[in-house]
């Protein structure tokens, strides 16, 4: 989704949060299990970050952090179904003598994997222009085996252990009209593809949105609302189902993932799925937006802004990192504060641009987003709902000690 797409830039910048638990974890404490994805422009350094943390982990059992999913190839259309990632964009190719992994995707690998390392490749569907393809693909027996069987082929030759699959355009794009198809289809697709990689060793992997709508009175929301991919029925298909918990605010400032609605999504999702709720990992936002305030259709302006000003460039929401989240608050003299419903932090400041005149004016903006306590906080939702732990989006983020602790901001 949206927030995948922005990181291709921001996901240069690592923040740092802390893991769940403590050094002094006793036997008895619970050991979270953290997930997640690099995006395939990971970088070296952000791989042995995240290899740091994950035997810091270990040594102090507060966290068991495994089973990372690399973007690794693209739907590009139904002439070019499988399309490997290259670089750090969103281009791809099908040529050379290995079409089915670069050497920058194959380091990462070794990398990983050199370090006991489950490593699944991701296989996306988030080109808009893309839309109603794959779901017109998944329509044909013999286009739907080739690809589960390619798949199968292309995963065994890049040496990785599974298939993640991300497929965001049966919801977001193809429109609730061919749900009832597509659901149908998937599920024949998932099955002849999980029993492929299953005969080959591998494990497959489903990611799906999380939608608002998690109860009707006291009976769960089929797949809460996104019903195109099944849970109840497709969950016997896969190893992990990752249910992104985040991107709830989008249009209108506020939380990116808020914990009480994750809450009601892992309860929504236990009841789904019975016995087999280990196998779900609620999603964690590493990252924010900055969203620009309007009242009433207007800017919200400093005070002393002359009547009539208007910006000289229209301001814009945007995605960002922690980091970059917490250099605003430091530049601004503006201290966060941290919403324990939430568990996310968030400020407002005015931003000073030039306007009418040659006037400058402050625009009024809000930021939010999720850093180790947002981590912490979603964790302990997953345990409290029996679930496998959380999904980390992005996990390039996961470094030293965080700044935030415990709810409290400690740079002021």
């Known amino acids: 989704m949206f927030a995948k797409r922005a990181f291709l830039v921001a996901a240069a910048v690592l923040i740092s949060i802390p893991l ?72 791809c190719s099908t040529s050379g003598p290995t079409p089915w992994t670069t050497p920058k995707l194959d380091g990462l690998r070794k990398k990983l994997q ?20 794959l779901a017109r693909l998944l329509r044909d027996p013999q286009k739907r085996n080739i690809l589960a069987k390619r798949l199968t082929a292309w995963a065994k030759k890049a040496q990785v252990d599974g298939v993640d699959l991300d497929l965001e355009n049966f919801a977001f794009h193809d429109g609730r009209k061919t749900w009832k198809s597509t659901s149908k289809n998937l599920t024949r697709f998932l099955e002849n593809l999980d029993r492929r990689l299953g005969n080959n060793g591998m494990k497959l992997s489903l990611t799906v949105p999380a939608g608002v709508r998690t109860f009707n009175g006291s009976s769960p929301v089929n797949s809460t609302g996104y019903w195109v991919y099944d849970w109840a029925k497709n969950i016997q298909y896969v190893d992990q189902l990752r249910v992104m918990t985040y991107d709830y605010s989008w249009n209108i400032p506020g939380p990116i993932g808020p ?72 530049r601004e003299g503006v201290k966060p504060s941290w919403d324990p419903f939430a568990a996310e932090w968030n400020f407002d400041y005015f931003w000073k641009i030039p306007g009418t005149n040659g006037v400058t004016c402050g625009v009024k903006r809000t930021i939010w987003w999720g850093a180790g306590d947002s981590v912490q906080a979603r964790a302990a939702v997953a345990r409290g709902n029996r679930l496998g732990g959380v999904a980390v989006w992005e996990l390039s983020q996961l470094s030293a000690t965080s700044l935030m602790n415990t709810g409290a901001f400690t740079k002021f």
């Open 114 to 133: 050199g370090s006991n390392q489950f490593v699944y490749a991701t296989y996306t569907d988030l080109d808009s222009s893309k839309s109603g393809q």
């Open 259 to 330: 914990n009480w609605w994750a809450a009601d999504v892992a309860r929504s999702a236990r009841q789904q799925v019975g016995r087999d709720s280990r196998k779900v990992f609620l999603g964690v936002p590493l990252y924010g937006r900055n969203w620009v305030v309007y009242q009433d259709g207007a800017l919200v302006l400093s005070q002393g802004c002359p009547s009539g000003w208007k910006p000289d460039t229209a301001p814009f929401r945007s995605t960002l990192t922690a980091t970059q989240a917490e250099a605003i608050a430091v």
């Open 20 to 91: 769940v638990g403590t050094s002094s974890a006793s036997a008895s404490t619970p050991v979270s299990k953290i997930t997640g994805w690099f995006g395939n422009w990971a970088s070296d350094s952000q791989i042995e970050s995240y290899l740091d943390k994950t035997r810091e982990a270990k040594a102090n059992r507060s966290a068991d952090i495994n089973r990372p999913a690399i973007f690794w190839w693209k739907f590009d259309g139904i002439r070019n179904p499988i399309c490997t990632f290259t670089g750090g964009g969103d281009t």
